[in-house]
């Protein structure tokens, strides 16, 4: 199984996936004018106002459930995978791909809010599937999507997640034995982990995404600042090492030690895991919060970006950096480049974080990172769920079948269970699979989309003019800017709806759309 997957991610991850996340992150940055950097203080006046209504979520929450897809396991195991595989130096690329990553961001959560529909049960859903069909024109490449993201989304990712809590927990607190099965012997505290994080799943995601957006919308940020503090600590305990640490990922990211090539492969790969940037996940969340324009949530999802790597993967990369507890492989069996930890600690798991702090702080690292890596994974899953339920929903418009969403809830419960006790190797390896498959699809659809209506720089271009002229309340008009196929605005606007309460207008309610 192993080898199989080794084999299907040197064909998905080859060079020229690699290279077609940093241009087409570059390629939206020229086209937006640098929209990452231009409108930084706009994302942050939106993140902070608007409201959510019986159809939508808020801006906040709509981050909220994009971040907890992008804050997980790839900022504590994913960022000490890039150093354990590409040297310090993979670090400098994640930088690099979150900075181009965040003008890709704001462009598909741009295209999910234009092309967005409320389903039968009333609630907003959007996303790549939806917007390559009607801004793309091909339903079968919209089909093809969603069933790649459902598949990824609902069986591969979760277990990479709780593969994590799960070695957490082992590593913290110790196997508790080990439990001989049908499929394997697995130590009591994996199994334990797994039923736990199983019924808790189980809990939140029958509840709806109303549930699920007021769960992370508490946790993620909260878990987020204190893993930021704990890193910063750190930091400031070794401050004098600060600049060795910076000139070791610069240098490290032109002349590795494991060779350029596996710096930016392990830096693109492991920065795209984590940040999502083109991926085609963070759209669906997009889709689902209440603006008054499009370009707004577009915005706020860029900034997540920010959030992610340059804050939470950094702070990874520094503690471990800084406190030396990592080794870096030299590509073949039992060859290290580096190596300041025993050779049988692997760089596919949490460990490298959870010792570097451990020798900062003695006898909170280990039970830090399982108690951190628990509530990110978690969340992280909860935005799994959604996404896979958006693409069933999307498949549901043309193919009922009674049930699906019952099937989805099932089969990622499980694949979170069995994912908890099995090795972390293929954990990692299936979800590289998912998560080059959705990138594939997603930034070649969203390139094609550009090259035929430019929807989203439209967009951007039609707020910034609004900007301009200083409207309290935004419109869109999808019409006027020659965008087709925009549906759920047209209907806005043509049933005199109003928008939803900004910063500047705090008492006005959203507004049911009409039918």
Known sequence: MQSLVDFLNGIIWSPVLIYLCLGAGLFYSITTRFVQIRHFREMWRLLLSGKSSAQGISSFQALAVSLSGRVGTGNIAGVAAAIGFGGPGAVFWMWVVAFLGAATAYSESALAQIYKEEDEDGQFRGGPAYYIEKAMGQKWYAWVFAIATIFACGVLLPGVQSNSIGNAVESAFGTGGMIETAIGTFSLAKIVTGAFVSVILAFIIFGGVKRIASFTQIVVPFMALAYIIIAFIIILLNINMVPTVFGMIVGDAFTPMAGVGAA????????????????????????????????????????????????????????????????????????????????????????????????????????????????????????????????????????????????????????????????????????????????????????????????????????EEQQKAGVKEFTFDPVKLGIKNADYWEKRLKGGTQPVADSGDEQGEPVKPTA
């Open 264 to 463: 930016i492969g392990w830096g693109v790969k492991r920065g795209i895991y984590s940040n999502e940037a083109g991926q085609g996940t963070g759209p669906h969340a997009a889709a689902a919060a209440d603006v008054q324009h499009p370009a707004q949530q577009g915005l706020v999802q860029s900034f997540s970006i920010y959030i992610d790597t340059l804050l939470v993967c950094s702070a990874t990369a520094f503690m471990i950096i800084i406190t030396g507890a990592y080794n870096v492989h030299g590509g073949a069996e039992g060859v290290f480049l580096v190596q300041n930890l025993a050779s049988d600690i692997s760089a596919n798991g949490p460990v490298f974080t959870q010792m570097a702090i451990e020798s900062a702080m003695p006898g909170i690292g280990k039970p830090f990172i399982a108690f951190a890596l628990f509530f990110f994974a978690f969340t992280t899953i909860l935005a799994y769920y959604y996404i896979a339920e958006t693409n069933i929903a999307y498949i549901r418009r043309t193919v009922k079948v009674p049930g699906m969403m019952f099937i989805l809830k099932i089969i990622l419960i499980a694949s979170v269970f069995y994912g908890t006790v099995k090795a972390a190797n293929l954990a990692w390896a299936m979800g590289d699979v998912g998560v080059g498959l959705m990138a594939w699809l997603n930034i070649v659809g969203i390139l094609i989309i550009f090259f035929l209506s430019k929807p989203a720089l439209k967009a951007l271009k039609d707020y």
